[in-house]
C-alpha cells in the first residue's frame, strides 16, 4: 500500500501473466453447466452467526441465508421484504404485521410468526438498535401462524428503519429453536430463509464459502426495483463461490484473468490498472458510499475505564497517516473530525476540537498525570485484513513513538472478533484495543450508528457507559423537526466526543470491481455487500 503506482504496476504487470488461481477454482464436470459466481471479499467466512457479531463478513453471510422483515434502500427508505402487509394504529403504538404466503426455512419448514418474534428477540438483545426498539416495545404477541402484533410503549418513530438496517447485526429471521440460543453463543448451523443455502459441507474455512441457489425462494411480487436491501431480490445464479485471498495483488490478478468475477474492495492503488483491464468495471457502492474507521478502546479495565486516558489517546490520532496508508490517494479519502459521517444531512463540528488537536507528547503526558505508570495496553492487532492490519500497523506504531508500552497481539481477524467479545482483563484474556470500520449510511444517522452508542454491558464490545448518550439518541427518534434532529445529533457528538466512545481515523470511498463481461446486475448497498440479483451473462 506504501509503495509508488509504478513499482505496483512492475510486480502486477508480472503476476498477470500467470492464472494463479486456475487450479484452485476450476470446477468439476459435474458443474460444467451451473452458473457460478466467483468473489473475492474483504476477509474470510469464520462465523455463521450475524447477530452474534458486528463482523462484516458475518453479516454479508446472513443476508445471503436468511432473510428479514424490511429493507431499507439506497435513500434508508424502509420497504416490507417478508412482510406482505402491515398497519399501524393512530397513535402509533401498535404495529401488526402479515407475513408474504408460502415463506419456508431451508430445511422445508414454514417461516411463522413463532420464529419471527423468537429472532427479534435474541436480536434486540445483542444489537444496539434492536436494544432501542425492544426498549420501547411493551410486548411481541403472535395473532395466528401468519400475523403478530408489536406493541409500543412510546410512538418510537424508528421501528421500521430499525428492522430494515442495512449495516451489522441484521434483524435475521431465524427458525425458533436457532433464535432460542443465546446471543452471546453463536449458532452452528445456518438455516435461513434467504435466496441462497449455506453448503456447509463445502465449508474450508481460510479457502473457499459456498452458497447453493434456493430454488425454493419467493421474490416479492411485482418485480419492485431492487435498492440496497428494499426490492425484489433473487438468487441470479446457480452457486455462490466466495473465495478466501489474502493477497490483494493475486486477487487483482484472479479478477484481471477472470478467475473471479467480483472483487470487493480493491485497493486504491489498484484502480488505475482496473480501469484499464478488458473487461472489467468498477462501481460505486451507494449514495453515502464511504467507509469509516474507528480505534475502540476497553471503558471495563485500566487504563481506559479513566476518561483522561481515554482523552489522551485522541492526541495521539493524526487521521492522515492512517489514510495514506490505508486508501494513498487524497481524491480517495477525507479527514473527518466527527462521529456522524462528513458529508451526510447531520454531519457537524459539535466536539470535533478535541479530535483536531493531534499531539502525541500530550498523550503521554496527560496518561501520567492520570495515572498511567508504563503498564501494557493490550492491542489485538489483525494481520489478514485488507484495511484494518494496516490501519493497526500504524496505531502501534504512533503508540510506541509516543512512549506508551503496547503488547500487540497478533492474530487473524476471526480471531480477533473472538476476542474482542471478552470481557476479561487483557491478562486473562481480553483487551484494551481494537481497530475496525463501518459503513458510511449507518454512521449518518443516530439510532442506527451503533458504534456511537453507550449502553453499557447491552452495548458493542469495548461497553461505553454513558445514560447522556443513550438519552439523546432516543431522543432522536421522536424528534418532529429538521432543526430538532440537527440540534440532537450535535449535542450526541459532543458528548460522545468527550466521553471517547471510539477514536475516529477518517473516511475513505472505496469501489468494488467486477467482470462486467460476465456478470450484470449487482445491486450496490454501503456496508454490506449485496449478492443477491447477480447474474451470468
Known amino acids: 500500500m506504501t509503495g509508488t503506482l509504478a513499482t505496483f504496476a512492475r510486480r502486477a504487470a508480472a503476476a498477470l501473466a500467470i492464472p494463479v488461481l486456475a487450479l484452485a477454482l476450476a470446477a468439476p464436470a459435474a458443474r460444467a453447466e451451473e452458473k457460478v459466481l466467483r468473489a473475492v471479499l474483504h476477509a474470510d467466512v469464520r462465523t455463521l452467526d450475524p447477530i452474534w457479531t458486528t463482523q462484516t463478513i458475518a453479516g454479508i453471510h446472513g443476508m445471503l441465508v436468511y432473510d428479514t422483515l ?43 410468526t413463532a420464529d419471527v418474534i423468537a429472532s427479534l428477540k435474541r436480536w434486540g438483545k445483542k444489537d444496539g438498535v434492536g436494544q432501542r426498539l425492544l426498549g420501547f416495545t411493551d410486548k411481541m404477541e403472535a395473532v395466528d401462524a401468519k400475523t403478530f402484533r408489536l406493541v409500543l410503549t412510546k410512538p418510537y418513530g424508528m421501528v421500521l428503519q430499525s428492522l430494515g438496517k442495512t449495516g451489522t447485526s441484521i434483524a435475521a429471521i431465524m427458525r425458533e429453536k436457532d433464535a432460542m440460543v443465546d446471543p452471546n453463543t453463536q449458532i452452528t448451523e445456518a438455516i435461513g430463509s434467504g435466496p441462497f443455502k449455506f453448503a456447509k459441507d463445502l465449508w474450508v474455512p481460510g479457502s473457499k464459502t459456498v452458497y447453493l441457489k434456493n430454488a425454493d425462494y419467493i421474490p416479492r411480487p411485482g418485480n419492485e426495483p431492487a435498492s440496497a436491501f428494499a426490492g425484489s431480490k ?37 484502480l488505475p490498472m482496473l480501469e484499464q483491464a478488458r473487461g472489467v468495471k468498477l462501481m460505486k457502492t451507494g449514495k453515502i458510499d464511504t467507509t469509516f474507521g474507528l480505534i475502540r478502546l476497553n471503558h471495563l479495565h485500566p487504563p481506559f475505564d479513566n476518561v ?90 504512533a503508540m510506541r513513538d509516543a512512549g506508551l508500552n ?9 480471531s480477533v472478533v473472538s476476542r474482542r467479545a471478552s ?115
Open 70 to 112: 424490511f429493507g431499507n434502500d439506497a435513500d434508508m427508505r424502509p420497504h416490507p421484504q417478508m412482510v406482505d402487509t402491515f398497519t399501524v394504529s393512530d397513535d402509533k403504538l401498535v404495529y401488526t404485521f402479515t407475513l408474504r404466503p408460502g415463506l419456508k426455512f431451508h430445511d422445508g419448514s414454514p417461516v411463522t
Open 234 to 270: 433473487f438468487p441470479g445464479v446457480d452457486r455462490i463461490e466466495l473465495v478466501w485471498i489474502s493477497d490483494a495483488q493475486t486477487a487483482m490478478s484472479a479478477l484481471v484473468n477472470g478467475e473471479i468475477d467480483f472483487y470487493e474492495n480493491p485497493p486504491i492503488d489498484f
Open 308 to 397: 483522561k486516558m481515554r482523552q489522551a489517546m485522541y492526541h495521539l490520532i493524526n487521521q492522515e497517516d492512517f489514510l495514506r496508508t490505508i486508501v494513498g490517494n487524497p481524491k480517495f479519502y477525507t479527514v473527518c473530525h466527527g462521529l456522524i459521517v462528513c458529508g451526510s444531512p447531520l454531519a457537524n463540528d459539535g466536539g470535533s476540537a478535541m479530535l483536531a488537536d493531534y499531539d502525541p507528547k500530550k498523550t503521554l503526558k496527560l496518561m501520567h498525570e492520570a495515572g498511567y505508570k508504563g503498564e501494557p495496553i493490550t492491542v489485538l492487532q489483525a494481520t489478514d485484513h485488507a484495511t484494518i492490519t494496516p490501519a493497526t500497523q500504524v496505531l502501534i506504531q
Open 406 to 414: 503496547v503488547d500487540a497481539q497478533a492474530m487473524d481477524w476471526g
Open 423 to 537: 470481557k476479561e482483563l487483557p491478562a486473562k484474556g481480553g483487551w484494551d484495543i481494537f481497530v475496525t470500520t463501518s459503513g458510511g449510511v449507518g454512521g449518518s444517522d443516530p439510532v442506527l450508528h451503533t458504534w456511537i452508542g453507550a449502553a453499557c454491558a447491552k452495548g458493542l464490545f469495548g461497553w461505553p457507559c454513558d445514560a447522556r448518550i443513550e438519552e439523546l439518541r432516543n431522543s432522536y427518534a421522536f424528534a418532529q423537526t429538521d432543526a430538532e434532529r440537527k440540534q440532537i445529533a450535535r449535542d450526541l457528538q459532543t458528548r460522545a466526543i468527550e466521553q471517547v466512545v471510539y477514536i475516529p481515523f477518517g473516511q475513505w470511498t472505496q469501489p468494488l470491481a467486477y467482470r462486467a463481461d460476465r456478470i450484470d446486475g449487482i445491486v450496490p448497498n454501503v456496508g454490506l455487500t449485496v449478492l443477491w440479483n447477480i447474474v451470468k451473462k
